[in-house]
């Protein structure tokens, strides 16, 4: 079954940990961290559940770095919940994705009403704390 979900992931709290060498670095356990959480929020503004996420920064060059990216969006009491995860580019130096710029991450699968969904979501950054999110999911029929 095909299914569109779009919502306004916003944070409250997101977290730098700089791990290793003081800036930016990478390395296996050097590898420096970014994680937060925040709500959800339907498109028009009312909380319809949470996420949460971690990254790690896997490359750092002087105009950008690439961190691994896994955010779990759980909707309602968390019964209902799927899961992106991916390498993207951000600004440099522990740094939010450039306003405007759109990365898609693909899903890695889902709870409840979407167990084992699968396909994409499109995450966009429109403030300093929200993004738009739209995900085109595939959950099979139970």
Do not use: H, W
């Amino acid at each position: 079954m095909n299914v569109e979900v779009a919502f306004k992931a916003r944070f409250v709290k997101r977290v730098v940990t700089d791990l290793g060498a003081a800036g930016p670095s990478t390395g296996s356990a050097d590898d420096d961290r970014i994680d937060g959480y925040g709500d959800l929020r339907d498109m028009k503004g009312n909380v319809i559940g949470r996420f949460d996420v971690s990254s790690r920064v896997t490359e750092t060059r002087s105009d950008s770095e690439t961190r691994y990216v896994n955010a779990d969006y759980a909707f309602g009491d968390g019964t209902d919940s799927f899961v992106i995860s991916g390498a993207r580019r951000y600004l440099p130096d522990f740094g939010l994705v450039k306003q405007g710029l759109t990365n898609v991450f693909p899903v890695a699968g889902g709870t409840g009403a979407y167990a084992s969904a699968s396909g994409q979501c499109s995450v966009l950054r429109t403030d300093l704390t929200e993004y738009n999110v739209t995900c085109a999911l595939l959950v099979p029929k139970r």
